[in-house]
């Protein structure tokens, strides 16, 4: 390019000494040399970062966030960069997810998507129109290096669902080459952004099995209500126990369509809805103010609800059973290191500087028993409050019939005979 | 299952129910379930085939059977469409249905998702969740995909979307 103005300049000086009159050869010149001048600045790109400062200065990527620190909000912000968020779906919520925690200085994004860009995606935020045909993986990679060179980024092009991409999807949740001292996996969450039932489910089955806190987050499809939930195996309902639109709407969840058939989508709901979850991540991560275990959105009537919602016994994901089963037994220890804790901190508040000098009414603060005795009675999950039944019976009868029923006949079919049966008959 | 047919209701009661509630990560739990999958496939096929109504081929392409692929048609106006059929088993299955493909027609209709997944959500979707473990790969061929077939075909036809492959080779000659 450079050549080329040069060329062009030159040009332009044998053109003015033929010429009687050089003045149009004149502004033609400065015309040139100043696309030259344009031609050279690049695009700017900052160098990676060693560690996060809070020096106040306009080309410190990181000053406002560290600000948070110095606002008593966050105790430690630079703790950012030891955490690996994993975001599967980088579709309307999912790309915002990640260009907000790639801003955030977030030390670690895996990224998972199948799709390309396409100009349908054009109503909704973070892709733009010259990355259409590119997969949205090598898209987001694109931008999100541009805008913060610090994050480390995992892209995988995949399909969750099948048996091999799930197999993929696991094990690079489990690689703990990022941050070997890890306890756990070696993501700190996983945040779900994906479209459709069937990618939500498997989440859900490598969250449960890895025993992996994750958020579960999407929009309606008439685009103006969506939802957040956390879930925490063991802890909190999975995907399986209580799928949140039938809680949240009546809706039966399976019959969501999904992008790309009928359903409508807006920037602002996707928007919205990705800033929620990222929040919450941050609260999660960063340990400040309380994290949220569901909270929905609902635009029409600015309508913000949240709940809690306790793990389903007789949730259909064995996965999910088991780590419940391990909650409970975690019980135990869980309320001693609560009321170890509760003790030091009084202890502590005690020996730093006793409440009140004196008690001239003699009023002393006592140990509320009945409602303790609630707590314990309500959490064996099988036995309901009084005056309250089921609706429908505990358990389908169903699978204990079926184990009767087989067995005999099983024995003799080898699947290698069947197969060469649906052979015959396709052959025919 | 208001709203079906009568033929597709007693066909569909004849297609042998499925007992064992396993996915493809199961071990021999799945191998349980491949057994009653092909048997379900195989009574649908012969069922179809003496009824005279035969309209599809599927067989596992993998020895896991998670992968399969075969080929499905439609008559309308006496002429055949065949179309190729290929699905993965999810690895949440039976929880969640196998997503129908028929790539050669991807892009083609609205009624479908990108790289030919066919729409299932409203029709089927609700009937399989009700019915999981029962329900399997030939249910969702006789509930899922047959209906799809018989609702979208004429449309795309008549459309000229799609075009017998008698028609187009003798366009292209032309």
Not at chain 1, 27 to 45: D, G, Q, Y
Not at chain 1, 274 to 288: D, H, M, P, R, T
Not at chain 2, 161 to 166: L, P, R, S, T, V
Request: charged fraction near 25%; aromatic fraction near 6%.
């Amino acid at each position: 390019m450079e050549i080329e103005f040069k060329a062009m300049l030159d040009d332009l000086d044998v053109l003015e000494k033929s010429l009687s009159n050089p003045a149009p050869i004149h502004k033609l010149r400065s015309h040139v040399e100043n696309l030259a001048a344009l031609s050279k600045c690049n695009p700017h790109r900052r160098s990676k970062v060693k560690e996060l400062s809070s020096e106040v200065v306009d080309s410190n990527p990181y000053s406002r966030l560290m600000a948070l620190q110095r606002m008593g909000i966050v105790e430690n912000y630079e703790r950012i960069r030891e955490f690996s968020v994993a975001i599967v779906g980088i579709g309307g919520v999912g790309s915002v997810a990640a260009e907000m925690l790639t801003r955030c200085g977030i030390g670690r994004l895996l990224l998972y998507d199948y799709d390309t860009v396409e100009l349908a995606n054009m109503n909704r935020l973070f892709f733009r129109p010259d990355q259409v045909g590119m997969t949205k993986t090598d898209a987001a990679v694109q931008t999100l290096a541009e805008i913060n060179p610090d994050v480390v980024l995992e892209s995988f092009t995949m399909n969750i669902t099948t048996v091999q991409g799930f197999e993929t999807f696991t094990s690079s949740l489990k690689n703990k080459s990022f941050c070997p001292s890890k306890e756990g996996s070696g993501v700190d969450l996983v945040l779900s952004c994906v479209d459709n039932y069937e990618a939500r489910m498997a989440v859900n089955q490598a969250c449960n099995e890895l025993c992996q806190t994750w958020m579960e987050s999407g929009v309606s499809e008439d685009a103006v209500s969506g939802h957040i939930q956390l879930l925490v195996p063991g802890e909190t309902a999975c995907f399986a126990c209580a799928p949140p639109l039938v809680v949240a709407s009546g809706i039966d969840e399976r019959t969501l369509k999904r992008e790309g058939v009928c359903a409508a989508s807006l920037p602002t709901t996707m928007g919205v809805v990705a800033g929620l979850l990222v929040q919450n991540s941050l609260k999660f991560l960063l340990n400040f103010g309380e994290v949220s275990p569901y909270l929905g959105y609902n635009s029409l009537k600015d309508f913000f609800p949240t709940m809690k919602m306790r793990p389903n016994p007789q949730c259909s994901n064995v996965a999910c059973l088991e780590r419940q089963k391990e909650y409970m037994l975690g019980e135990p220890a869980r309320d001693a290191a609560a009321k170890a804790k509760m003790e030091a901190d009084a202890l502590t508040a005690v020996d730093d500087t006793p409440l009140h000098d004196d008690n001239e009414w003699n009023i002393s603060v006592v140990d509320d028993e009945n409602e303790k005795d609630t707590t314990k009675a309500s959490s064996s999950s099988d036995t309901l409050p009084e005056g309250l039944t089921r609706e429908l019976p505990v358990a389908d009868d169903y699978e204990k019939e079926i184990a009767i029923g087989s067995g005999e006949a099983e024995e003799e079919d080898d699947l290698e005979d069947l197969k060469k049966q649906l052979e015959a008959l396709n052959a025919a | 299952m208001e709203g079906w047919d009568p033929n597709t209701k007693s066909t569909l009661t004849r297609i042998p129910l499925l007992a064992t509630k396993a996915g493809p990560r199961d071990g021999d739990a799945w191998k349980q379930r491949l057994k009653e999958e092909y048997k379900s496939l195989i009574a649908y096929t012969q069922m179809n085939k003496s009824n005279d109504n035969d309209w599809f081929r599927i067989s596992a392409s993998n020895p896991e059977g998670t992968r399969w692929t075969g080929k499905c048609w439609y008559v309308h106006n006496l002429l055949k469409y065949e179309f190729d059929l290929q699905f993965d088993i999810p690895i949440t299955y039976p929880a969640t249905a196998p997503e129908l493909e028929l790539p050669e027609i991807d892009g083609k209709t609205q009624k479908m998702y990108r790289g030919g997944k066919i729409c299932l959500t409203v029709h089927f979707k609700p009937l399989w969740a009700k019915n999981c473990p029962r329900f399997g790969i030939a249910h969702a061929l006789c509930l899922g995909l047959a209906p799809w077939l018989a609702a979208e075909i004429p449309i795309l036809v008549d459309s000229g979307m799609i075009k017998h492959k008698d028609d187009a080779a003798s366009s292209a000659e032309s």
